[in-house]
């Protein structure tokens, strides 16, 4: 598979970007919107990875400004984003990694999903060279979150 972010697949960039838009608003009420001005907003400071293996191997790599982790880790929680630590920002950042994993193995697996989603880690993956990469960034109330899908047949 060729590597570029407009993969007519079962995974384009759209739908890379819809799946985590609902799953921020599902599970922790952030509001987020495709960005078409990435250089708009602050680099991405936190990483975090899921990896997956099936019918096809890959990760779904996390990129965001430690204030969309806290943001993020405040509305899971319930608190006030000052109250929360680091720790619990790179907790929320690794859940929504999990959560993003599974979205994206039932959208490529369909019903019959043959596909192992591993544990969520903090850190960027390497770049795999013989991966098909679908990429999205969102503006989430100001704050940056970067989605990239990696995958190759198994």
Do not use: K, W, Y
């Amino acid at each position: 598979m060729p590597s570029d972010d407009t993969t007519t697949d079962l995974l384009p960039s759209d739908a890379l970007a819809r799946l985590s838009i609902d799953a921020l608003e599902r599970t922790a009420f952030v509001l987020a919107d495709p960005c078409d001005d990435p250089d708009s907003l602050a680099p991405a400071e936190l990483h975090a990875h899921i990896d997956f293996r099936g019918p096809e191997v890959g990760s779904v790599d996390l990129g965001a400004t430690r204030a969309f982790a806290r943001n993020l880790a405040a509305s899971l929680l319930g608190a006030d984003a000052a109250d929360v630590t680091d720790a619990q920002s790179e907790e929320a950042l690794r859940e929504l990694a999990n959560i993003l994993g599974g979205s994206v193995i039932t959208r490529l697996g369909g019903t019959d999903c043959q596909f192992l989603l591993g544990l969520p880690q903090l850190g960027a993956t390497a770049p795999d060279t013989r991966s098909s990469a679908t990429q999205c960034t969102l503006d989430a109330e100001g704050e940056r979150l970067d989605i990239t899908c990696r995958r190759r047949a198994a």
